[in-house]
Nanobody
Framework: QVQLVESGGGLVQAGGSLRLSCAAS????????LKWYRQAPGKQLDLVGT???????NYADFVKGRFTISRGSVKNTVYLQMNSLTPDDTAVYFC?????????WGRGTLVTVSS
C-alpha cells in the first residue's frame, strides 16, 4: 500500500519560512513526478508546483521566487521550502504522486501564517 505523508506544517509569522516534507512509502518504485497542492479555507485546491523525474520544477505564479521544491536523498522524499510567507499562504498543503497509473495523496499538513 503506497502512502504519502506530509510533515513540517505549523504556525509562522508573515515573512517567515517553513520547509514541508513529503515521504512516500510502500513501494519499491521511484515516483517520477511529485506535486504539491494547497487548499485554503473555503477555497479550491490549487497546484503549487511540480518536480519531474529529471529534477526540473515548475511553480504556480503565486509562489514563484518564494517556494522551492527539491528531492531528498531518500527515494520518494520531496521538500517544499517556503520563504517570505504571507497570510495568503495559509492552507493545508498536500503532496501527490502518480505511480503505475494511479494517483496517491497524502492527508496534508496545515500551514498557518499570522500577520
Amino acid at each position: 500500500q503506497v502512502q504519502l505523508v506530509e510533515s513540517g506544517g505549523g504556525l509562522v509569522q508573515a515573512g517567515g519560512s517553513l520547509r514541508l516534507s513529503c515521504a512516500a512509502s510502500g513501494t519499491k518504485y521511484r515516483i517520477d513526478t511529485l506535486k504539491w497542492y494547497r487548499q485554503a479555507p473555503g477555497k479550491q485546491l490549487d497546484l503549487v508546483g511540480t518536480i519531474f523525474s529529471d529534477g526540473n520544477t515548475n511553480y504556480a505564479d503565486f509562489v514563484k521566487g518564494r517556494f522551492t521544491i527539491s528531492r531528498g536523498s531518500v527515494k520518494n522524499t520531496v521538500y517544499l521550502q517556503m520563504n517570505s510567507l504571507t497570510p495568503d499562504d495559509t492552507a493545508v498543503y498536500f503532496c501527490s504522486g502518480r505511480l503505475l497509473g494511479k494517483d496517491y495523496w497524502g492527508r496534508g499538513t496545515l500551514v498557518t501564517v499570522s500577520s
